[in-house]
């Protein structure tokens, strides 16, 4: 396995355009986390999966923005009516191998997805 | 609600020089702690974390990290900078128990002089 995969890595799109990011998380991981990070700053949790379950969504999570995991594999994060203060990079972690301790999860990063909205 | 401070926005060492990344939290129990090295670009790469047991945690690439609770400090150090360490540093706080969000710092971002 070679980690976490993001797709795309770059996305450029127009005001009001509805855009759609992947993550395919690390295969024996059963948790999966976005990030939001914008220039200069640190990543900013947005919302976390277990298997297919959401279990946690962070205010930065506007109506706009929808993630789903359906078959527990992997995620895809949609923003809907895209606006100029959504462009940062979206970054996805996963971590927890099944049947193991929870309390001490380490979460591995994949590449980002750097979104640019005109 | 757990925050972490990274003091330094920019530090600049000479190549072959020591190293010392300032990283303090706010949490009110134990603290999960985490450094992640970001290069331009790029994701976070895990350089060491700390859970429980010995204070001082050794990660990779020659980095090692202290837990000094009295002064809620996680800071990272290494003895020997490289030209290709330079990149910028997160220090990161984990969520408390039924939570899964880490609390990033801002980032120390490192440059590194010839």
């Known amino acids: 396995d070679t980690g976490v995969s993001q797709d795309p890595r770059h996305k450029i799109t127009k005001r009001g355009q509805n855009v759609t990011f992947r993550c395919d998380p690390i295969?024996?991981?059963?948790?999966l986390y976005w990030y939001r990070q914008t220039l200069g700053q640190g990543p900013e949790f947005l919302t976390y999966f277990q298997n297919e379950a959401q279990l946690e969504k962070s205010r930065l999570l506007s109506d706009r923005f929808s993630a789903e995991r359906p078959k527990g594999s992997f995620s895809t994060l949609e923003i809907q009516r895209t606006e100029q203060g959504d462009s940062a990079m979206y970054l996805c972690?996963?971590?927890?191998?099944?049947?193991?301790?929870?309390?001490?999860?380490?979460?591995?990063f994949g590449p980002g997805t750097r979104l640019t909205v005109l | 609600a757990q925050s972490v401070t990274q003091p330094d926005i920019h530090i600049t060492v000479s190549e072959g020089a020591s190293l010392e990344l300032r990283c303090n939290y706010s949490y009110g129990a134990t603290p999960y702690l985490f450094w992640y090295v970001q290069s331009p670009g790029q994701g976070l790469q895990l350089l060491l974390k700390y859970f429980s047991g010995d204070t001082l945690v050794q990660g990779i690439k020659g980095f090692e990290a202290e837990f000094k609770r009295s002064q809620s400090s996680f800071n990272l150090r290494k003895p020997s900078v490289h030209w290709s360490d330079a990149a910028e540093y997160f220090c990161?706080?984990?969520?408390?128990?039924?939570?899964?969000?880490?609390?990033f710092g801002s980032g120390t971002r490192l440059q590194v002089q010839p």
């Open positions: 972690a996963s971590s927890g191998l099944a049947g193991g301790p929870s309390s001490t999860d380490t979460q591995y």
């Open positions: 990161a706080v984990g969520a408390p128990p039924g939570r899964r969000a880490l609390t």
């Open positions: 295969s024996e991981h059963n948790r």
